[in-house]
């Protein structure tokens, strides 16, 4: 029997991209339902519904602007069905408006009159439209934060370049991380204010470093992300330069910490200067750079873990050894699957074994680790957040169940050890993630499963609580590191020490 596909186009309707997968996840469910998404109609969307099998030639009429509905299922009274529920679920936030239900701006221009005194705009559009609305924010004269994805590097270089001359902040595209004045953005946490300012270009980098702060009993005036490409030869570091300028100028940051992946040589090196000409104290940490000649008010680090010891003068305090640690694995195993969310975190990871001359592989490699596709040997660590884990999907730390199979496969295979996992919490996250972590491993684990050994990036304050989060943990019987660096360097220690077999 051949699969009924629907399609519907509501021309000129957006809605943002979390909240259109969490009402296709539910579609999904449905009885008869085989695959279903509700996305914006950009070229990059409409390739993604027809490699799904969703896209009808009506829906491949659809334009940036307009939401498609792409339904398959088994029957057409099915599709039918599911195309009922998905109309009625976007029209929810309509029905239940009406007197006394809170307004909310449309466009820049009726939110610039609402509230004038902004100097910020946070913009969360399809890829295709999002340079357009961040050039309108720039030109009026307000600070532009770039959540969306899928914008070229031409009309990044482009949109930072004018945003220069404006004397205006671009950060983004794909900046899922921000604290401005106190004020968590996106993907981030409820830390503590304080000295120290913080540049990531990486979300999950920023977030870990943040909340180790705080917990360090540190704090942190601004975290200012730049997009994970701000610091390729093609844009050259702009708004990276620019966030060294305004937390130089600014009196409440007494420090800087510095977080990016390895960049270029010729970007190094302008960031190493600006950093130089500060009178400020800095740390950088280029996750996977070999050592680097510093200027003289800064210390290069290799971890998130000690980016965010190094200005609350802790690099001297050790960590928890693995041997307090009760790890028990099976048996005549000697395998490690490193299974991220967070892309900065399996970067970390990466390192550490790298440097610790163990054979690694990931989708996601770092300097000096072969790629996926490139090796057959070696521990594979991959971050599930990554483009190819979550097309049409939400990001694993927004719905956990996209790690899932990952972590079942795992646990099913009789020659892994350990694996090492992340859990990270905060605004925009999942409201329970390491329950469903453990839930997960209830069901599918057994006796002669492999050890996990877990980190939880987040706080106290955080809505989900840090605690509860790694009591959870525990309680599942996964082994909980403080930082996600201690967590890799015990499993690092595990596998060396023969402990899995």
């Given amino acids: 029997m051949s699969a009924t596909i629907l399609n519907e186009i509501r021309k000129g309707y957006y809605l943002d991209s979390v909240a259109l997968m969490r009402m296709s996840k539910s579609i999904v469910s449905m009885d008869g339902v085989e695959e279903a998404a509700m996305m914006m109609g950009s070229p ?34 099915a599709a039918k069905t599911a195309l009922t529920e998905a109309n009625f679920l976007l029209d929810q936030p309509t029905a239940s408006g009406g007197e006394g239900s809170e307004w909310h701006p449309k466009t820049l221009r009726a939110a610039l009159k609402s509230l004038p005194e902004a100097n910020l705009a946070l913009i969360s559009v399809p890829g295709d439209l999002a340079v357009a609305e961040a050039r309108k924010a720039i030109r009026r004269g307000l600070h532009a934060m770039i959540f969306s994805d899928n914008v070229s590097l031409d009309e990044e270089a482009s949109l930072k370049q004018e945003a220069r001359e404006l004397g205006q902040l671009v950060m983004g595209p794909d900046c899922g991380t921000a604290i401005i004045n106190g004020t968590p953005l996106a993907f981030a946490n409820a830390v503590t204010r304080g000295d120290i300012g913080v540049i990531g270009a990486s979300g999950t980098g920023t977030q870990e470093v943040t909340c180790l702060i705080a917990q360090y009993g540190g ?5 200012i992300g730049v997009g994970g490409r701000d610091l390729k030869t093609e844009i050259g570091g702009i708004s990276s330069l620019m966030a060294l300028d305004a937390l130089d100028e600014d009196p409440e940051t007494k420090q800087i910490v510095f977080i990016s992946k390895p960049p270029p040589a010729d970007v190094a090196t302008k960031i190493l200067e600006r950093i130089g000409a500060s009178n400020k104290p800095a740390t950088v940490c280029f996750i996977g750079a070999d050592e680097l000649p510093m200027p ?206």
């Fill in 44 to 77: 990059s969307n409409r390739q993604i519904m027809t490699d799904a099998g969703l896209l009808t030639d009506e829906g491949k009429a659809a334009e940036g602007g307009d939401l498609i509905i792409g339904i398959r299922a088994n029957t057409a009274e």
């Fill in 296 to 501: 003289a008010n800064a210390v290069q680090v290799f971890t998130l873990r000690d980016a965010a010891k190094a200005p609350m003068g802790l690099l001297d305090q050790s960590s928890i050894s693995v041997s307090e640690q009760p790890i028990t694995v099976p048996s005549g195993r000697s395998q490690l699957q490193g299974l991220f969310t967070g892309g900065t975190l399996c970067a970390e990871a990466q390192n550490i074994f790298r440097s610790a001359g163990v054979a690694i592989k990931s989708n996601a490699p770092i300097p000096g680790v072969p790629s996926l596709t490139d090796v057959s040997d070696g521990y594979p660590m991959l971050d599930l957040g990554a483009d190819e884990y979550t097309q049409g999907k939400p990001h694993p730390m927004i719905d956990p169940t996209v790690r899932d199979d990952a972590i079942i496969a795992a646990l099913g295979n009789d020659k892994v050890a350990i694996i090492l996992v992340d859990v990270v919490i905060g605004y925009g996250s999942h409201q329970d993630p390491a329950g469903h972590l453990a839930d997960l491993l209830n069901e599918h684990g057994t006796k002669d499963s492999p050890a996990i050994i877990a980190s939880v990036t987040g706080t106290k304050e955080d809505p989900q609580v840090r605690s509860i989060q790694m009591s959870k943990l525990t309680a599942a019987g996964i082994v909980v590191a403080p930082t996600n660096a201690d967590a890799s360097e015990w499993a690092l220690a595990a596998i060396r020490s023969g402990s899995g077999g």
């Fill in 219 to 223: 704090g942190i005036s601004h975290a």
